[in-house]
């Protein structure tokens, strides 16, 4: 019984029409429209793991390549204890990166139809990766599982 998983859902006994509207609790940072389509410059990137469901190693992770443009604004958030904290928002990306058959780092994708092909087409066509670094591109904005974050057009 140690081994067994959990259940990734389960059933609540609520029928759905009894709920009412009620406003979010959840602010945005930002007004992310304001930095929709303005360029920000390409400041680093760097290799990272995340969990994947498609990840061939034994740990659940796939390898990808994150983006990071440069700081385009900073928010101060103040929580309970009156304490303010500086966020940066800035534009990043994944891109996703090939791996064996054990999940181990292979390389770059070469289709040019590839999210990594569109972001070397937009920039102009590079043949080293670090050469996208101080390129710019247009920013765009993406929401994934309820939350906005800014990313790059290409």
């Known amino acids: 019984m140690e081994n067994e998983e959990k259940p990734k859902t389960s059933l609540v006994d609520v029928d759905p029409s009894s709920l009412p509207e009620v406003e979010s609790q959840r602010k ?11 360029k920000a410059k390409i400041e680093s990137m760097e290799i990272i793991r995340i969990p994947s469901k498609y990840a ?6 796939v390898h ?10 900073v928010v101060e958030v103040e929580d309970n204890e009156k304490n303010i904290t500086k966020i940066e928002i ?18 770059y994708p070469k289709a040019e139809d590839s999210n990594w092909g569109k972001l070397k087409k937009a920039v102009g066509g590079i043949t080293n990766p670090k050469e996208i670094i101080g390129k710019e591109l247009p920013m765009k904005i993406v929401e994934s599982k ?9």
């Open 28 to 38: 945005d940072l930002t007004d992310y429209e304001k930095h929709r389509l303005n």
């Open 56 to 61: 061939k190693a034994e740990d659940g992770m």
């Open 64 to 73: 990808v390549l994150r983006v990071i443009g440069e700081v385009v604004e």
């Open 90 to 107: 800035r534009p990043t990306e994944l891109f996703n990166l090939i791996e064996d058959e054990n999940g181990d780092l292979e390389g």
């Open 146 to 154: 309820g939350t906005k974050f800014l990313g790059f057009m290409y």
